[in-house]
């Protein structure tokens, strides 16, 4: 089955600086691959998705960039604001109906006023 | 329009109890999803509703773990009897159609076995 690598498990920058999370997979076969955020007490939120025949995909100040060569696929927040901490997970998906999305360990992101 | 509604939120048990968690998916939403997310970890699929058919249930512990989706709609989700190694965030989601799409999910149950 699919296996999806996060790092780093915690990230800390000062406001205004840019943050960068890295994933990669294991299955070649998988093709989407969606962005969570995870505020304290509440249920994961999709922020941004990338599909497999798009490089770079961006929405106001984050972007997610893919490399299906190299199964590695990242988050960057630029221009990080306070309410921008909390948990960010990465996952990866293969094609076709009822397959399963396979998580990363989480990031937590902490930025500094 | 309403988001994934579970409840209840928090849920403290002895082990050996049993407990049930229930999740209604936003309308209209065709499948429906419960994950277990541990502590420091990214949330893993138990099962997977198509309508109120299940089409994923692979990782589901069936000798303790249930789940059912009445009318395709609500679902409820047991655990009989309980260990100390299931406490964790119980997440439900849905999503429009099945495939490469976001879900979206309820704010969870998180569940204490003692």
């Known amino acids: 089955g699919e296996n999806v690598e996060q790092h780093p498990s915690t990230l800390s920058v000062q406001e205004g600086d840019s943050a960068v999370i890295k994933c990669t997979y294991s299955?070649?076969?998988?093709?989407?691959f969606p962005w969570y955020k995870q505020e304290l007490g509440k249920g994961p939120q999709l922020i941004i998705d990338?599909?497999?025949?798009?490089g770079e995909k961006k929405d106001q100040r984050i972007a997610v960039t893919l490399n299906k060569t190299a199964k590695h696929f990242s988050l960057h927040i630029t221009e990080t604001q306070p309410e921008d901490s909390a948990v960010y997970f990465c996952?990866?998906?293969?094609?076709?109906?009822?397959?399963?999305?396979?998580f990363g360990i989480g990031t937590k992101l902490q930025v500094i006023p | 329009e309403a988001g994934v509604a579970q409840s209840p939120r928090y849920k403290i048990i002895e082990k050996r109890q049993s407990v049930a968690f229930w999740c209604n998916p936003i309308?209209?939403?065709?499948?429906l999803y419960w994950y277990q997310q541990i502590l420091g970890q990214g949330p893993k699929l138990l099962i997977q509703?198509?309508?109120?058919?299940?089409?994923?249930d692979s990782q589901l512990p069936k000798d303790r773990f249930s789940a059912e989706r009445l009318k395709g709609v609500d679902s409820t989700l047991k655990i009989q009897p309980a260990k100390l190694e299931d406490s964790a965030v119980y997440l439900c989601?849905?999503?429009?159609?099945?495939?490469?799409?976001?879900?979206?999910f309820g704010s969870g149950t998180r569940l204490t076995v003692v």
């Open positions: 299955d070649s076969a998988s093709n989407y």
């Open positions: 309308s209209g939403h065709a499948t």
């Open positions: 989601a849905s999503s429009l159609v099945s495939g490469n799409y976001g879900y979206t």
């Open positions: 509703f198509q309508n109120n058919g299940v089409v994923d």
């Open positions: 990338i599909r497999s025949n798009v």
């Open positions: 996952a990866a998906s293969g094609s076709g109906g009822y397959q399963k999305v396979t």
